[in-house]
């Protein structure tokens, strides 16, 4: 049932779902359609897109205006407010990102080292590390940081932003490289950000160091948006393409179980990986 489609409020019966009560159901309507736009939007494309009345969607934008979930622009349009973020905050401190990354390898310790990280300007901040058991040259610790655009978790989740966002966190500098095969032209690593967008993970090939071949796959909330980076470090010399598939849907299923699990919905499907010599990185 679509949120407009809500009936009056009825106690609901045994093994029911709870009626939705209309007005309520179409602030969160208006409030996701803003969302999902991404852009300011005019209370006549609002009622537009939505359906409903114009006198209906402007009742519902003015009172979340003088609530402050909606602010309104020089030109009239409207965008989502400030007032949002404390319920998104509220929401994200009662669910811990690193404690739900933890639990995912409480079972089964990785055998290949797995990473979390977050984005903080044009870097990466790991937040939880799992050493795996098989040997690995680089040593990722809590707190380290790295370019974003060389870590698969770092392009993963600038993959994941609008492009003209991508660019802008990566600024207008040389990008900076750690190896001989780091990615550090410019259009090239555009290129790799929309492949990666279209097969739902990123991946490094000896960018952050010479025999790590690393899979990212972005964490995203209920608005698409990457609150985190979920990775697996393999050692490329002992690479094989069944076990590179395995690792590959192990970081794609771990990024949307995270996405569940933190009110995301995250439409990431199982892809075909490609070969580690494809990727010059």
Not at 41 to 66: W, Y
Not at 108 to 119: I, K, Q, R
Not at 180 to 190: F, M, N
Request: proline content about 7%.
């Amino acid at each position: 049932m679509s949120l407009l489609d809500a009936t009056p409020s009825r106690p609901a019966r045994a093994g029911q779902p709870a009626p939705l009560v209309p007005a309520v159901a179409r602030a969160v309507a208006l409030l996701d359609r803003l969302a999902q736009q991404r852009r300011p939007q005019t209370m006549t494309r609002l009622a537009a897109d939505l359906g409903l009345p114009k006198s209906s969607v402007h009742g519902l934008c003015n009172t979340l205006l003088a609530l402050g979930y909606l602010r309104r622009l020089d030109d009239g349009s409207l965008a989502i407010g400030a007032r949002v973020m404390s319920l998104a905050e509220a929401f994200l401190a009662s669910t811990d990102v690193v404690r739900e990354f933890e639990a995912l390898w409480r079972d089964e310790p990785p055998a290949e080292t797995a990473v979390l990280t977050m984005l903080d300007g044009a870097e990466v901040v790991y937040l939880a590390v799992r050493p795996g058991t098989q040997p690995l040259t680089l040593s990722f610790t809590r707190g380290m940081r790295l370019p974003a655009h060389l870590a698969a978790t770092g392009r993963a989740m600038l993959a994941a932003l609008d492009p003209a966002a991508a660019r802008a966190r990566l600024g207008g500098g040389a990008l900076a490289a750690l190896t001989p095969r780091s990615l550090t032209d410019r259009s090239a690593l555009a290129d790799e950000l929309a492949a990666t967008r279209a097969r739902g993970y990123s991946t490094d090939d000896e960018g952050l160091r010479l025999g790590v071949y690393g899979l990212g796959a972005a964490v995203l909330d209920a608005a698409g948006r990457p609150i985190a980076g979920v990775g697996i470090c393999l050692n490329k010399t002992a690479l094989e393409p069944g076990e590179l598939a395995r690792q590959t849907q192990r970081v794609i299923d771990a990024a949307a179980e995270l996405s569940r699990r933190l009110g995301g919905s995250s439409a990431l499907a199982p892809a075909t990986p490609i070969s580690p010599t494809a990727n010059a990185a």
